[in-house]
């Protein structure tokens, strides 16, 4: 018996229309990754997480819940989880998470914040204002419940007066650069990828990095925003020795993601063999993207030999000087 999807993303869409997002977060979930950061509230140039790292921890454990009832009678009774779910968040029994996930997944957002105070970038950062920008919702076709919470997440935008938005993973630009225009009149901001802002700026590396290393390319970003050229220009000129895999750049192969709460068996199958695609072009591996970073950490999980990091340890290792070094390399499994 395959999982009843239909309950699954019924209580995902519930939480986005009634919480703001699909799995609530708590306020130190969301924004505790700025501690210490000392980031300004607000301003004209914003980063803007989406949520999707911090989400991360969340859906690697709804991944391992649904990946046991997957096949099972038990899958009867998700659809009283969703009734529920309407009057009270009951989502927290199958997405309950570990700190030391969460830590991993808010060292990768300080990285990136590192980075772009390296390349002299002046930005703010909305903390508990800012809301996950409905991605999920969106892929699955859900229109109405989305197309509500693209407005919230403008009216947020609008209020604090952002022009300018650097966003830090695929997801979240591709909503923001491309969807949002096209069902929100006057949505008119201009976004970037951090990736395409350091890229920008030209920098100049503290550190060279002497590694060949093989780049797995998102999926949204390489065909929907050419976010392509950019990553391989920064790790270059970071002394990078760039090692292309089977399918590469436009043409790049699905880690898996993100139906992993859905159909967990089918991701596992598309990830392991995206990993073997990309083992046969080296053994250490970037991604670009949280879910990407995820799949393939766990497809890689049997490799001894194969390192899988998200792209910013390695540029923060090389752009960044020692004091501002923040990495997160322990295990996702």
């Keep these: 018996m395959s999982l009843p999807t239909r309950d699954i993303l019924g209580v995902l869409v519930d939480n986005l229309s009634k919480r703001k997002t699909v799995t609530p977060l708590s306020r130190q979930k969301a924004t505790g990754w700025a501690e210490g950061l000392n980031i300004p509230m607000g301003g004209e140039t914003v980063i803007y997480t989406g949520h ?126 491309s969807v949002y225009p096209g069902i929100i009149e006057g949505f008119g901001l201009e976004v970037k990828s951090y990736l395409e802002v350091l890229a920008e700026r030209n920098m100049d590396p503290v550190k ?61 199958a598309i990830a392991e063999k995206r990993m073997a695609q990309l083992i046969s072009s080296g053994s250490n591996v970037a991604a670009m993207c949280p879910i990407c970073l995820v799949n393939l950490k766990n497809a890689a999980a049997k490799e001894r030999n194969m390192s899988v990091k998200d792209i910013s340890e390695y540029l923060v290792e090389a752009y960044c000087d020692a004091s501002g070094l923040v990495t997160g390399t322990s295990s996702l499994v």
């Design 52 to 177: 999707m790292y911090q989400l991360m921890p969340a859906i690697i454990a709804m991944e391992k819940v649904t990946s046991r009832f997957e096949n099972s009678w038990m899958n009867n009774f998700f659809c009283l989880g969703r009734i529920f779910n309407k009057v009270i968040n009951t989502s927290w029994f199958i997405t309950r998470t570990r700190p030391e996930e969460q830590e991993i997944f808010n060292n990768l957002l300080c990285n990136i914040a590192r980075l772009l105070r390296s390349a002299e970038i002046e930005f703010g950062y909305l903390y508990e204002d800012e809301l996950y920008v409905g991605t999920l919702v969106h892929d699955e076709g859900v229109n109405d419940v989305f197309l509500k919470h693209a407005r919230r997440v403008h009216e947020v935008l609008k209020r604090h007066g952002v022009k300018r938005v650097i966003t830090v993973d695929p997801h979240t630009t591709n909503m923001l650069r």
């Design 208 to 268: 060279k990095l002497d590694l060949d290393l093989v780049v797995h390319d998102s999926c949204v970003y390489a065909r929907y925003e050419n976010v392509i050229e950019e990553p391989r220009l920064l790790l270059q000129k970071a002394g990078v020795r760039l090692k292309e895999p089977e399918y590469a750049k436009k043409l790049t192969y699905c880690c898996g993601g993100p139906v992993e709460s859905l159909f967990p068996g089918k991701a596992r």
